[in-house]
């Protein structure tokens, strides 16, 4: 049976890079407009590493989303985290999470974690507390291919993690592979997973399609066909354990179509769209809204949202630009369309 539109509970985007500035003020709308909440990254310049940053940024971020828009912040680790300033700016209510990015494995990540024993005090004390740690899981490693540095990072660093922090709550950011998704299905209730639109949609051919697509590329880059299916099949499996999270992450288009170009992938516009036709494609839309809604809130331990999106059956072509930027499926038609919230 098609159905026509759908309406479900408010979702939140549990992994979004907001930026600050100018682009904070152009991005954030975008967000606010399909989310309840989101899990904002801390890979600002300078980034934002101590509660004070994170009061000031919060509020820079309420100012360009408009009410009704939560921003949760994250606290980027370094070297140099302090385990008790953390657990004190969690207690406090400022942190909702702890993002680690291994040094040197995406933009703006130089001053991450060069070794992770260099944090294991602050790690330690996260399980203790409660506290969730997010997690750009690739090795940094040279010497390891690209494409593989997502299935390498389970082996060196993620496995021993949850060995030796057995409770602690780590959602594996932006999975990638079959690798991932079954690192995180045969894990407890204590792994999680985000998902993006692009995982689920593009493999790494779109990276090569006629010529080079700077806006196809992310990191994690995206992979084979087979990766990509098993991360469909997981995020559509209903399992608790996978949810949604855009990583929406806007470039300039100048800094994207460039001789070194950036990372990222600006799919807030559209992004629900983009999942729900995902769910529709694997017969999954009765799961939809656990994905979207449900799953990740509940991993946070946070309450559920009140209100409500409608989603409708409509063809629409995305434009080239929105805002400046090059939009996630720019020039292709989407099916779904955000009718409003309620
Ligand atoms: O593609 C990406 N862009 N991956 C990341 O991990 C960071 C992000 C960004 O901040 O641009
Ligand atoms: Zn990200």
């Known amino acids: ?140 490693d040279p010497e390891v291919d690209v494409f593989d540095r997502e299935a390498v990072f389970i082996e060196r660093f993620l496995e021993p993690l949850t060995q030796v922090l057995p409770e602690f709550k780590i959602v594996f950011e932006h999975i990638t592979t079959a690798e991932a998704a079954q690192f995180v299905r045969d894990s407890g209730p204590q792994i999680g997973a985000t998902v993006t639109p692009q995982h689920l949609i593009i493999n790494r051919n779109a990276l090569f399609a006629g010529g080079l697509r700077p806006h196809t590329y992310c990191l994690p880059v995206a992979k084979r066909e087979r990766h990509r299916l098993a991360v469909r099949a997981a995020a559509t499996s209903g399992s608790p354990k996978f949810f949604l999270g855009t990583d929406s992450a806007p470039h300039a288009r ?25 769910f529709e494609e694997e017969g999954a839309l009765d799961r939809f809204e656990a994905f979207a809604s449900v799953n990740g809130a509940n991993f946070y331990g946070l309450p559920l949202n009140e209100g409500a999106v409608t989603l409708g059956r409509s063809e629409h072509r995305i434009d080239d630009e929105i805002a400046g930027l090059v939009p996630f499926h720019a020039g292709e038609t989407l099916k779904w369309k955000v009718a409003g919230l309620s």
């Open 254 to 278: 100048e800094a994207k179509e460039s001789s070194c170009g950036c990372a990222g992938i600006f799919n807030a516009p559209f992004a629900l769209e983009s999942y729900a036709t995902v």
């Open 1 to 140: 049976m098609t159905v026509d539109t759908m309406t479900i509970r408010q979702p939140d985007d549990w992994h979004v890079h907001l930026r600050d500035g100018d682009m904070l003020r152009t991005v954030a709308p975008f967000t606010a407009r399909q989310f309840a909440r989101a899990i904002v990254m801390p890979n600002l310049v300078p980034p934002v590493t101590s509660v004070e940053a994170a009061r000031g940024y919060r509020a820079r971020i309420v100012a360009a989303a408009g009410s009704g828009f939560t921003p949760l912040m994250t606290c980027y680790l370094t070297d140099q985290t302090d385990p008790d300033a953390l657990a004190h700016g969690f207690e406090e209510g400022v942190w909702a999470a702890a993002k680690l990015y291994p040094a040197g494995a995406t933009t703006n990540s130089a001053s991450g974690v060069t070794d992770i024993r260099n944090i294991m005090p602050a790690l330690e004390r996260m399980q203790r507390i409660g506290m969730v740690l997010c997690v750009h899981g690739e090795v940094t």
